[in-house]
Nanobody
Framework: QVQLVESGGGLVQPGGSLRLSCAAS????????MAWYRQAPGKQREWVAT???????TYADSVKGRFTISRDNGNNTVDLQMNYLKPEDTAVYYC?????????????WGQGTQVTVSV
């Protein structure tokens, strides 16, 4: 199990930016596939972005071109830079860690951090 702690959420106006960070407890962090998910009120949790152990990234169409996922294996952290935020980005954002043998959507989860985009 990997312990994950997210930070960086908050209230931002439409068009603004936020940077989320997720700190992992395991020293073998570099081997994990890391991802961000989000869950809006009344909706199912949805995938946002993934970064593999090799640094390859993929994004949901809804955030492509606006969000950037990155990782720092030396500090066991993964970040999500969110630009041009929209009200529909409002959600609780969760960090996820899994090995490549574990299917996407499973693995370890953080407690979540709230992002609210509103005037």
């Amino acid at each position: 199990q990997v312990q994950l702690v997210e930070s960086g959420g908050g209230l931002v106006q439409p068009g603004g930016s936020l940077r989320l960070s997720c700190a992992a407890s395991r020293s073998i962090f570099s081997r994990y596939v890391m991802a961000w998910y989000r869950q809006a009120p009344g909706k199912q949790r949805e995938w946002v972005a993934t970064i593999t152990s090799g640094g390859s990234t993929t994004y949901a169409d809804s955030v492509k071109g606006r969000f950037t996922i990155s990782r720092d294996n030396g500090n066991n952290t993964v970040d999500l830079q969110m630009n041009y935020l929209k009200p529909e980005d409002t959600a609780v954002y969760y960090c996820n860690a899994r090995t490549s043998a574990v299917p996407a959507g499973l693995g370890s989860w953080g407690q979540g951090t709230q992002v609210t985009v509103s005037v």
